[in-house]
């Protein structure tokens, strides 16, 4: 019998866009990094997305200086009016936050330890860690059976 994997750490971090008009308190931020490999986050950002999963404890000041980009019916994408920087996709139930790892002004103790979408990766790149690789099939079922 296996042990059931243990849940990620989790730490506050703050951190905020490129000209500062948004910072983001995320009160308990992932220490396990994620890749994603979709086609939307590689065109949204220009390669893959890094985000941590912050969970629904996210403290935003700067709110009026982001917009915010409807990408499916069960998320959205938010970014930096005034720069441009990319901050956080969030699921719209049960709003949970993946921001943007490069946001946070304090990265040590982070792991790199998922890849999502990897059947969508094109071939021009490889990310070199052992990770835990999921295709988008995998991905949207386990989305859809913590709907549930």
Known sequence: ????PKPAETKERKGHCL???????????????????????RRW?????????????VTIMGEDNIAVYNSSEWAERGFCKACGTNLYYRLKEPGQYLIASA????????NFTTQVYIDDKPDYYSL???TNNL??????????????
């Open 1 to 4: 019998m296996t042990n059931p």
């Open 103 to 110: 946001i946070f002004d304090d990265e040590d103790g982070l």
């Open 135 to 148: 295709t988008g099939a995998e991905v949207e079922a386990l989305y859809a059976s913590q709907a549930k």
């Open 45 to 57: 950002g220009g390669g893959p997305a890094f985000e941590l999963d912050c969970g629904t404890d």
């Open 19 to 41: 000209c500062g008009a948004v910072q983001i308190t995320a009160h308990q931020a992932s220490t396990e990094v994620g890749a994603c490999h979709c086609h939307m986050c």
């Open 128 to 130: 070199a860690e052992q």
